[in-house]
């Protein structure tokens, strides 16, 4: 049974380099800011062709702020590994160039509330009647039904509503945002993960299905944990997973340290690489419990020891027997030996930002590595290659 809807189409857009386990699946991508974007990126590196279909607009995330003087740095990020193709869907010609890509395609993603794909004439149900093979991904902010399936949903906005940010405040302060678009991010995750057991089941049923994800199942999950309700509880009870007592980031002579000791054997190398080896035979802190509640005894002198040297001194003096790593900046990840070692980094050359460096792997495969990586699109960027192709008119010999 072939993958794509079409067979004998596998690398219609000649994606260069090694085959990956989607290679011959061809998305196209409709959605715009991150989490639809970033699983579908997530799938072209596993080798499928993606094809962005933005608005004559734009995805409004070329729009937001960055130090890029010419182009978003959240979209370079985000949209890697695509062809980018400029459509206008209120545009009855655009349009029915949209229905000749949707007959070739294997995956459709997009953001739109309920309400309004019906309305463009890209319904799961309008599609499958002509691709039935299609895998319809649909994000949403809360999902297709109940009272806020039209609301507009945003990653900060989950993170308010499903308790995250209240429990990321401190005790007795305020609610704090977690920075980074988490809830995008996994949401992203969940659209990649998706997508790929929608195709593999059509290999065995030969007909596509739709695939929703939401940004409030997705801050949910994220928080499956917490999210334990027993019967004999009341609202007030402790739900967080946080360790307490020393684990957690710490002051150094320069810079800080985060550490992990929460078993036996590591808090024992802890003491014993900080010279506090009287600390591991207490029993007032032989366990994590005990730990947590005398963490006031405790984190002091802990902190009086590690002020001693610097937070990469205290890495290098812990290695391997105490977890631990000391805060870094992101840019310093772009030559980090490990970074280095796993082939994360590419170098990237973009039309119009020019020459950059950036994300390139996320899974590794043995025997299916995946084509090589490249730049986000400019916006409308492919639109003759991937039109031309798609039109059978212009496809005669």
């Keep these: ?15 260069k380099g090694a085959t990956g386990p989607l290679t011959g699946v061809r998305v196209l991508d409709l959605s715009a800011y991150i989490a639809g974007p970033y699983g579908c990126s997530l799938l072209a590196d596993q080798g499928a062709e993606v094809i962005k279909i933005e608005p004559p607009a734009g995805d409004n995330l070329r729009k937001y702020p960055s130090t890029l003087e010419t182009e978003s740095r959240a979209f370079l990020g985000v949209n890697r590994s695509k062809f980018g193709v400029m459509l206008d869907l209120k545009n009855p010609k655009d349009l029915a160039r949209l229905m000749m890509l949707i007959r070739t395609a294997d ?21 499958h009647a002509i691709n039935p093979r299609l895998i319809y991904c649909a994000v949403s902010g809360y999902g297709e039904t109940g009272p806020l399936k039209e609301k507009a949903g945003y990653d900060q906005v ?6 995250m940010c209240t429990m990321q405040g401190k005790k007795d302060g305020p609610p704090e945002i977690l920075y980074g678009s988490v809830v995008d991010y996994y949401a992203a995750a969940l659209v990649a993960a998706g997508v790929s057991s929608a195709l593999y089941e059509r290999e065995r049923s030969g ?27 009341g609202r007030d009870v402790g739900r967080d997973m946080r360790s307490g007592g020393i684990t957690g980031l710490h002051p150094t002579k320069d810079g800080y340290l985060y550490i992990s000791a ?8 802890l003491c014993h690489k900080v010279g506090l080896d009287a600390l591991a035979d207490d029993e007032r802190f032989d366990t994590v419990r005990k730990r947590a509640q005398q963490q006031s005894v405790i984190v002091p002198i802990l902190r009086e020891a590690l002020a001693k040297k610097s937070a990469l001194e205290w ?20 030559d980090h030996p490990q970074v280095l070692a796993q082939d ?6 973009h039309p119009v930002v020019g020459n950059y460096r950036g994300l390139k792997r996320t899974i590794q495969f043995s025997r299916t590595p995946g084509p090589e990586a490249f730049t986000a699109p400019t916006l409308g960027q492919h639109n003759d290659a991937v039109l031309d192709e798609s039109d059978p008119t212009k496809n005669k010999p």
């Excluded at 989950?158 to 308790?163: D, E, S």
């Excluded at 036996?264 to 190398?269: C, E, G, K, P, Q």
């Design 207 to 233: 007909i596509g299905q739709f695939v929703g994800v939401s940004l409030l199942t997705a801050a949910l999950t994220m928080q499956s944990a917490r999210l334990i309700w027993a019967e004999s509880e």
């Design 344 to 349: 994360m980094i590419g170098q990237f050359k």
């Design 262 to 269: 929460n078993t036996a054997h590591f808090w024992r190398a």
């Design 107 to 127: 995956v459709l993603v997009h953001n739109f509330r309920p309400s309004v794909a019906p309305r463009l004439g890209i319904s799961h149900e309008q599609l």
């Design 315 to 334: 890495e290098a003096i812990f290695g391997e027997e105490v977890p631990s790593s000391a805060a870094r900046s992101v840019e310093d990840m772009f």
């Design 158 to 163: 989950l993170q308010t509503m499903t308790g």
């Design 1 to 15: 049974m072939t993958t794509s809807a079409q067979p004998n189409m596998a690398n219609r857009l000649n994606r």
